[in-house]
């Protein structure tokens, strides 16, 4: 089975296409075949101004278009597409979901932050954790944090908050809404065992990859440090150059590393993994389940 999401946040355009075969036992194979990312920006119109740009509006339209053709090549039938924050907060959403609608075909669905926090945990990583020990799993995102903890193996808490890498550049995130974000995590880990930290988001896999660490291996906090200190002295293009980073991931790491220093803080975790999983894995797997249930009714 050949499916497909489209994960429209604020910062970039994201096209999964994955493989689903049967593995050991029945258990399903997820084997991702195309990743391709654009990076629309759509927050840095949003944050701002409240709604999306013409100019950014037919960004959108081509880019679906492209990943339309991609997903007629691969032959995909079954698709999910979904838009999160910056399409939350855009005035004009309504309209350019119709335009893309009109254009391609494809229905973009706006979730909420906590359907984002949802579709992050269907990703099923509490079936590959250890029963007896605590994960706080963050996603950041250019205009929203989603944070799901679990202890033994089940699903404590989960809930989204409006703390983005986009909206930390565009000053829009304010004192309080860091205070809700420690409360929730003093709340909810509090009378749990040790906590260890779970990241996605294409800021913390650059993070892990520039650290050459093996995979399947943990950052710690203080190496988060590290690079957020050594990131804050660096102009944009020293960011590009010294570490070959592309210019739309370059002014977004640092806001990102303090996003994740603050969680893990908070959360009393040292170390964080990076399993590379993110939304669009979720709607993949969302999906799967949607699909299968419509074949045993038919």
Known sequence: MRLAAIDIGSNAARLLITDVISGPQGVPDFIKTVLVRVPLRLGFDVFDKGEISASKVEKIIKTIKSYKLLLDVYEVKHLKACATSAMRDATNAGEIIKKVKDATGIQIEVISGDQEASFIYENHIADNMTSDESYLYIDVGGGSTELTFFSDGKLVSKQSFNIGTIRILK???????????????????????HVTAIGSGGNINKIFSISKRKEGKALSLDLLRDYYKEFSNLSLAQRISLHKLREDRADVIVPALLIYINVMRWAD???????????????IHTLYEEVKLKEIEI
């Open 171 to 193: 000053n829009q995130v304010t004192e309080a809404a860091w205070d809700e974000m420690k409360e929730f995590i003093s709340k909810k880990t509090k009378g749990y065992h």
């Open 269 to 283: 975790a040292e170390e964080i993994f990076v399993p590379k999983i993110g939304l669009a894995d979720g709607l």
